[in-house]
């Protein structure tokens, strides 16, 4: 495996469904304008109440990509 370098963004995927859903989006979305995702890891869950139920997930999403080496 070669050495690389790797940034990391961080995004906030939402879903009324699910957690998997709301990070399967920032992962996505993520995808339309970087090259090379790599990984993510799942910092934070939180969610929004409306009467008396789960009513959004929220999802802080860290995303490494590779820097590309020219």
């Known amino acids: 495996m070669p050495d690389n370098v ?29 090259r090379h995702l790599d990984w993510f890891e799942v910092s934070e869950i939180r969610g929004h109440i409306e009467d008396a139920d789960v009513a959004h997930f929220q999802v802080k999403v860290k995303i490494g990509f590779r820097v590309e080496d020219k």
Do not use: F, M
């Open 6 to 34: 790797y940034s990391v963004t961080e995004l906030v995927g939402t879903s009324t469904k699910s957690v998997d859903e709301a990070i399967r989006l920032a992962v996505r979305t993520a995808g339309k304008s970087l």
